[in-house]
């Protein structure tokens, strides 16, 4: 028997009592019998019987319930006070700092499936940014953090003497180097890389995460700082070009393999920014999603071309006097006009897409079946906005437009919040507001999703407060 129990005992025996005293609790028969009590003394509703035989409001954070669901010191309270007061729950078995249990307080704490923390809601959800991860890369289509040892580390200071591990980051050209089937991702840790890349048929195929990483090509003249001649299959996220400070640079991105090749080579730009050189794609499988490119763009393409969420900012160029394989541009922004040099029509569809153009230049063209415009925001200084009858052309924003053209045209002001500076977002009043086809599960150059209001909005952004 406890110390306190003697106590009690004794207290009850020597008061000769047969009413123990307020608060005296004994649950079971035989330890009423060993404190002296005949029969059995319950506490009161909302209150439990402890350890010293007092009655408490309780012993353990099971006994409470919202809104104070935690015991502290034999009463419920709000707040936790540590993991042991969560540890009962099997999805939030952690006591955060609001006092509340969470499923997470930090990365440590979460899968490799889910395996950031969420700073607000301290519950773990997969990774969106590449630092996020403690290998600096997030595979971003599932969310998950990408292995350091998959990984290959290059930096602007690497030594072609180390392992091009994450602590030990060699120069690109050692990095390069080492891509083999089982290491097909290099990390171009950030900072200012002052030279050119070039890949030919010996080039194995890769992925580049280049986030914050910057290239310039170097000092001297040359066709491009990031060139694809051969056929091998490269796609590159975050990385910026930039070959303004170098005007014997023809292009930022290039991809236009040298000879005949049996295969076509591929490179796709994600997160990816292009300042100064054009970007070009001539014989490849080329794609660009969500790329800034503050300079023009020249496609004259076998092998397909799909551009998705892109703001282009110089002149879109596309075509030569042959063929060429399909181009499908959407939910993009062309600032800078549009300039076809084709002789020979091609598949063209562009879908949620605003251009604008106020510098003296051809209209778009409406010239062949082949090419189809829909729910596209057309802007620019002539007279028709788009020339020709031929093509399909629906539910589009043309201004000005005198020649009636397509079908379900609106021919009005789009109402951009500043197109002078740069903002081509609708304002709430624009004609382009809700009068698009629906397009489900797709998303505008912002990321939001259509539609906001009853209906998709035309151009490539969604309206929304």
């Known amino acids: 028997m406890s110390k ?93 700092a609001s006092g509340a249990c969470v499923a997470c307080k930090d990365d440590s704490q979460c899968s490799t499936q889910a395996p950031v923390c969420d700073d607000s809601s301290h519950s773990c959800r997969t990774c969106a940014v590449d630092s996020e991860c403690p290998s600096t890369v997030c595979d971003v289509d599932v969310g998950t953090c990408v292995p350091t040892s998959q990984l290959i580390y290059a930096a602007p200071d690497g030594l072609d003497t180390v392992d091009c591990s994450q602590t030990h980051p060699c120069s690109v050209s050692r990095a390069l180097s080492l891509i083999d089937s089982l290491h097909t991702s290099l990390r171009m840790l950030p900072g200012t890389y002052d030279l050119r890349l070039s890949f030919d048929a010996t080039t194995p195929s890769f992925s ?9 090509g170097g000092s001297e003249a040359a066709l491009a700082a990031f060139e694809v001649l051969g056929p091998t299959q490269i796609s590159v996220r975050g990385l910026t070009v930039d070959t303004s400070k170098n005007s014997g640079i023809t292009a930022s991105f290039w991809c236009d393999p040298d000879g005949t090749p ?72 062309l600032s800078g006009g549009f300039l076809f040099r084709q002789l020979v029509a091609f ?91 629906d397009a489900p599960d797709d998303l505008d150059l912002d990321g939001v999703s259509r539609p906001q209001g009853a209906h998709s909005d035309i151009g490539a952004f969604e309206f929304h407060k």
């Open 4 to 96: 306190s129990r003697v106590l009690v005992a004794v207290a009850i025996l020597s008061a000769g009592c047969t009413k123990p005293a307020p608060g005296f609790c004994c649950v079971t028969d035989a330890e009423c019998s060993m404190l002296g009590v005949s029969g059995l003394r319950p506490c009161g509703d909302n209150q439990v019987c402890d350890s010293n035989n007092a009655c408490v409001q309780c012993n353990t954070s099971a006994d409470c319930g919202e809104p104070t669901p935690f015991c502290m010191n034999s009463t419920c309270v709000s707040s936790c006070n540590s993991d042991e007061d969560c540890a009962s729950s099997s999805t939030t078995p952690y006591c955060g």
């Open 208 to 216: 580049l995460i280049g986030t914050d990483a910057v290239l310039t």
């Open 262 to 333: 049996s295969s076509l080579p591929g490179l796709s730009l994600r997160e990816a920014t292009a300042i100064g050189g054009e970007v070009t794609s001539i014989n490849c499988n080329f794609a660009m999603n969500h790329v800034v490119v503050r300079g023009s763009i020249g496609i004259s393409n076998h092998g397909t071309v799909e551009i998705d969420r892109c703001r282009i900012e110089g002149q879109f160029v596309i075509g030569t006097n042959r063929e060429i394989d399909p181009v499908v541009v959407s939910n993009s922004l």
């Open 347 to 437: 598949p063209l569809t562009m879908r949620f897409d605003t251009i604008y153009s106020t510098v003296a230049g051809p209209s778009l063209p409406c010239s062949d079946p082949q090419y189809v415009y829909e729910d596209d925001i057309i802007v620019s200084n002539n007279t028709d906005s788009v020339s020709g009858g031929t093509c399909q052309f629906k539910t589009n924003v043309a201004f000005p437009q005198m020649t009636p053209i397509g079908t379900g045209t609106i021919v009005a002001d789009p109402q951009f919040v500043d197109a002078l500076n740069g903002d081509f977002h609708i304002q709430s009043a624009s004609p382009a507001v809700d009068a698009a086809d």
